[in-house]
């Protein structure tokens, strides 16, 4: 406090200061206004200490344009007094800091700060002749806590076509003079524009005002638009205009700089989707398919807008979201910042086991304005659509034959004990003809039919547990000598080796008959029970006629099993002929 300068003599008491520019020989302080009990501002031109007495006169010009304003966004001229060292200059004083402060504002107050100074612009043009500030940046433009626009320091003003008034030896600052300023060229209302516009650039791409120089090229065009990725194309559009390098290219002046403000929001809304592409698969043929989509926008002070659309496909005709043949969303036009969407998908007028791909668009507010959504919907095939109850009963089957022989075996006692030499034959051939029916699956493996190999070495592991069972259950109740196993295990092995040819070359013709591999493998498995239930039944049956009978009952379901498929799979397939023609195609 001590150090400061006493102008008690002129009505003012300095309290503090508020910016030092010694080598511009001025200082700006705080003031109390003695009479009137208010806080001022004082600014100080040492022009004794700069030699600089020939810039006295710009600055009572300024003073003189000074007094002639008078708008709210320019703080007021008051008084000016002489001082042995200097020339002083009072203004009302605005409790606000400069826009160069540590500071942030959102979208919408950087959109009121633009148009308030674009207003002070206008009223300062508008005068006669108009006043051309020449020094807009942030450091002269206060913003209050109530967003109260002020443009200060007129000290490098021009009015009209008259001379320029000097505060300072800065002629304007780089980075904020338009070229024709830099070059000393004819001035208009169109050059302060281009302050503006890189006051505003500094705010919205968070550019320190030292080093707004960095977005100039060297054609002295401003290159920003990488750095606002999500500023709405008009508002970098106008941006540009302010900033444009040639003087004919920008705005005329203010007004309709003004007039152009874009009408909406700076920053533009942004799409996040839960998902980037759907998926969706059918059970049955006629069914109805649901999927939830999240849309949320993060941009605050903003709200998404969008419409949802189907890109056309040649397979679904001419048709809108709203009458597509079997795609639907819901809400198909949307206004917030959550939104839970849904997709539906009828699949009753898809061909079955089929891959439809479709595509969703959103045309939205955002940017970019347009996202796509990939949707693929898979069909059910209707010869699969009863593969569970088929496996099921089979199954089913299979264990009621297993305890239907056990009990069979309890309640008529041991059938082979009658003639064990051919029981145990009739144990060697089974054991060589599981071993056949490997044998046979690999050598169909060799020679790349991988499918038929399967259904060999399915037919053979079953006859080969079938066998252990069977011997499992009669160890002890059989006589004999291994000259039976033996001769009854090579006949076997031969006739399980052709059994197993046959029937991985059967299962081929009937893959090129358009079966699928799981049916072949079904049959192999039904083969080989009706070969052993038949096998069994000529061995023992002939001499327990209630054991033939039940035996060959269980043939015929088997039987009637292993014809179900493929007549039900041709009558689907006979239907499908006929049905295509009115499905929708991929």
Known sequence: MTDFPDFTPYGYTLTDVLGCNRAGGRVTYLAQDCNHCTEVVIKQFQFAQTTAWSDLEAHER??????????????????SFQTDNG??????????????????????????????????????????PPVIHRDIK?????????????????????????????????????????????????????????????????????????????????????????LLPTVNRPWINWLERLVEPRLKDRYSNAVTALEAVPNCAIYSPKVHLSTATIQLAATQSRQTLTHSLHIHNPIPETTLQGTWTIEPHPSDGPSDLQRHPWISVQPASFAGNRIDCQITVDVGRLMPDRLYERTL????????????LPLQVRTASVLAQKSQTYWQSLSLLFLFALFLYRGVYWFVGNPLAVDGNLALASFGTAAGTAAGFEIAGWTLATTGATISANASIIAGGGVGLITFLVAWSMAGAIGGSLTEILLGGGVGL???????????????????????????????????????????????????PEILALLTLLSLSLGTHLIQEPLRRARIIAHQQRTHRHLIRP
């Open 62 to 79: 300024e003073i003189e344009v000074l007094r002639s304003l008078n708008h709210p966004g320019i703080p007021r001229y008051l008084d």
């Open 138 to 226: 942030p450091d002269n433009i206060l913003v209050d806590d109530h967003l109260r626009v002020y443009l200060v320091d007129f000290g490098f003003a021009r009015i009209g076509d008259g001379e320029v008034g000097v505060s300072s030896v800065v002629k304007g600052t780089l980075g904020f003079m338009p070229p024709e300023q830099l070059f000393n060229r004819a001035l208009t209302e169109a050059s302060d524009l281009y302050g503006l516009g890189m006051t505003l650039v500094c705010l919205l791409t968070k550019t320190q005002p030292d080093a707004i120089g960095d977005l100039v090229d060297i054609s002295y065009r401003v290159k920003f638009k990488h």
């Open 87 to 128: 020339f002083c200059m009072v203004q009302e004083y605005k409790q606000a800091r400069p826009l160069s402060a540590t500071r942030s504002f959102g979208p919408a107050e950087v959109r009121q700060l633009a148009i308030a100074l674009l207003e002070i612009l206008v009223y300062l043009q508008s005068r006669f």
């Open 361 to 372: 668009r959103l045309t939205s507010n955002a940017l970019p304005e347009a996202y796509t």
């Open 494 to 544: 031969a006739s399980g080796w052709i059994a197993g040819i046959a029937l991985g070359m059967t299962v081929e013709a009937l893959i090129n008959r358009y079966l699928s591999p799981g049916f072949a493998i079904r049959l192999a498995l039904l083969t080989m029970a009706l070969g052993c239930s038949l096998s069994l039944g000529l061995t023992i049956g002939l001499m327990r």
